[in-house]
């Protein structure tokens, strides 16, 4: 979240904000509302502070009375300021984060291109999409997977089962080598980490699956169990950024999700993923930014795989994220031609998380302050392997394994046995 104090000073650089996101929130309403919410407080402060000070000596009948009156409009200003609350920091809390200066201003059609690698395959066959691939290798059983759980669920097998052992351990030596501590994290958080990463979706939006009576949900990424791993910590980053690797299961509704990108394994419920999360002093965080793009970038180079690096517009950024870049890899599935699909995501989340979770970093006057975090994706297991097996296929069927992939599979090509 926003400094409160910063709203209030910048109301026209929030409200301005808020509209480049297309995000719908009434700031002067937020404004009234904490208005309201602060007269309270000082109010109660005031009679709390009567109340003390009748109470360190002993009162006549007539000061008992007036303490009794005075507990009771103590008590009243305390529910009044509960109810007040819910209001205030149901507003408060969908304050977005601030934007780039850089970052491309409008609808997600608007991104900017930064960079385009590799070249597109020009197939001699008719290239066939990575569904019908899967199936024909027998990689992949959609239809008893729909029988077990329903729809968009389905069976990794064989080589499909290797394939997503290998970039899983790929991608973790990668993050070793850049000193990366390796964590599998818990599938389940609570919502009030939830929340405090910045996952706080609603209606249509919702793709969180919660556990019915428990305040847990099934996560939709390991960014939410790393960002919540320091919460209502003091952390040191006197030796420089605390980098996490979390490997994790993924539960997403894809409620809504539908047309050129809801065939095979692109939008599903389940999937692996590895994530990168960093904590960092504020001043470090551009860099660290562009650092998670060029590791994000030196795993997808090793693939073979083409794909372009484009700077996500405002309004297709997530709440939390100052500047967020994609990287999407190009894919036969996408459009009657080909087209690129986003495979990896990297979000400079300023300070915007650490306020609503609570976690600071000591400086070196021995003072205080809120963090930075960034998270980016290293592999997921249910993009990459389309990309892979979409461009890498063969006329016959079969599909070349990357060479940096091979040492861990066994083979060079994946094929019908």
């Known amino acids: 979240m926003l400094d409160i104090n910063f709203i209030r000073k910048n109301i026209d650089l929030i409200k301005q904000n808020v509209k480049d996101r297309f995000v719908d929130l009434d700031i002067d309403r937020l404004l009234d509302v904490d208005k309201k919410r602060r007269g309270i407080i000082v109010k109660l402060e005031d009679k709390r502070a009567s109340r003390n000070k009748g109470s360190k000596s002993k009162p006549t009948p007539e000061e008992i009375e007036e303490l009794k009156r005075v507990g009771l409009e103590i008590k009243g200003l305390e529910t009044e300021l509960e109810l007040v609350d819910v209001d205030y920091f149901d507003l408060y809390k969908r304050v977005p984060n601030l934007i780039h200066p850089k970052t491309p201003r409008g609808g997600e059609e608007d991104f900017k291109v930064l960079e385009i690698k590799g070249e597109k395959p020009n197939f001699s066959f008719d290239a066939k999409n990575h569904d019908e691939l899967m199936e024909n290798l027998n990689m992949i059983d959609f239809e008893r997977g729909a029988k ?27 993050l070793q080598d850049y ?33 019915e009576n428990e305040e847990l949900n099934l996560i939709g990424t390991a960014e939410i169990p790393l960002a919540g791993y320091h919460a209502n910590e003091t952390i040191d980053l006197s030796n420089g950024p605390i980098k996490y690797a979390g490997l994790s299961h993924c539960f997403r509704k894809e409620a809504g999700a539908y047309g050129r990108t809801s065939k095979g394994i692109y939008r599903v419920h389940q999937f692996t993923k590895l994530e990168m999360f960093v904590f960092c002093k504020p001043e470090e965080s551009e860099k660290i930014h562009q650092e998670l793009l060029e590791m994000e970038q030196k795993i997808c180079d090793g693939l073979e795989i083409p794909y372009r690096v484009i700077d996500i517009p405002t309004g297709d950024l997530g709440a939390p994220a100052y500047r967020k870049y994609d990287i999407e890899a190009y894919m036969n599935m996408v459009g009657e031609n080909g087209g690129y699909g986003e495979i990896t995501s990297a979000s400079n989340c300023t300070d915007y998380q650490a306020r609503r979770l609570n976690i600071k970093y000591k400086k070196e006057d021995g003072s205080t302050e809120f963090v930075h975090t960034l998270n980016g994706t290293a592999i997921v297991a249910s993009r990459f392997p389309i990309a892979i097996l979409e461009n890498l296929q063969q006329e016959d069927g079969s599909i070349l394994i990357p060479k940096v992939l091979q040492k861990y599979i066994g083979k060079e090509k994946i094929e019908r046995k």
């Open 179 to 211: 000193n990366f501590d390796l964590m599998i994290t818990p599938d389940l958080a609570k919502t009030e980490i939830l929340e405090g990463a910045g996952f706080n979706p609603r209606g249509e939006e919702d793709q969180i699956y919660k556990i």
């Open 148 to 174: 077990i759980a329903g729809s968009k669920w389905y069976f990794l097998k064989n080589d499909a089962v290797l394939l997503e052992r290998a970039l899983i351990s790929y991608g973790l030596e990668i």
